[in-house]
């Protein structure tokens, strides 16, 4: 069965961490292109950091950029988010996903194109607040 699971996430104060995590079961997450999104209550779902497959270069939306980083683990078939210094407005439940045919900038800069994505996870919650 091919499918996306995230973990990692919970309840943390502003200026704490988390790490997520997107493990794949029934493929390899090396072959694919790989994105975390957040949506927010009463906001749309958007991208928050992809994953080439090709050279695992990375991108980073302007407000994570400087706090958050992608790494892939090959060996465990999953990819990480680490969330450092979290704000408020980082709340959100955060889904991962995979598409084999899509670069880092049609699936991150591309909002048309989460649709056709060719897997998504069902979502971790990570509330930062005081």
């Known amino acids: 069965q091919v499918q996306l699971v995230e973990s990692g996430g919970g309840l943390t104060q502003p200026g704490g961490s988390l790490r997520l995590s997107c493990t794949a079961s029934?493929?390899?997450?090396?072959?694919?292109?790989i994105g975390w999104f957040r949506q927010a209550p009463g906001k749309e779902r958007e991208a928050v950091s992809c994953?080439?497959?090709?050279?695992?270069?990375?991108y980073f939306a302007d407000s994570v950029k400087g706090r958050f980083t992608i790494t892939r683990d090959s060996a465990k078939n999953t990819v990480y988010l680490q969330m450092n210094s979290l704000k408020p407005e980082d709340t959100a439940v955060y889904y991962c996903?995979?598409?084999?045919?899509?670069?880092?900038?049609?699936?991150?800069?591309?909002?048309?194109?989460?649709?056709?994505?060719?897997?998504w996870g069902k979502g971790t919650q990570v509330t930062v607040s005081s």
């Open positions: 996903a995979a598409d084999y045919s899509y670069t880092i900038q049609a699936m991150c800069t591309m909002p048309l194109s989460y649709n056709s994505i060719d897997v």
């Open positions: 029934g493929f390899t997450l090396d072959a694919f292109t």
């Open positions: 994953i080439s497959s090709t050279d695992d270069t990375p």
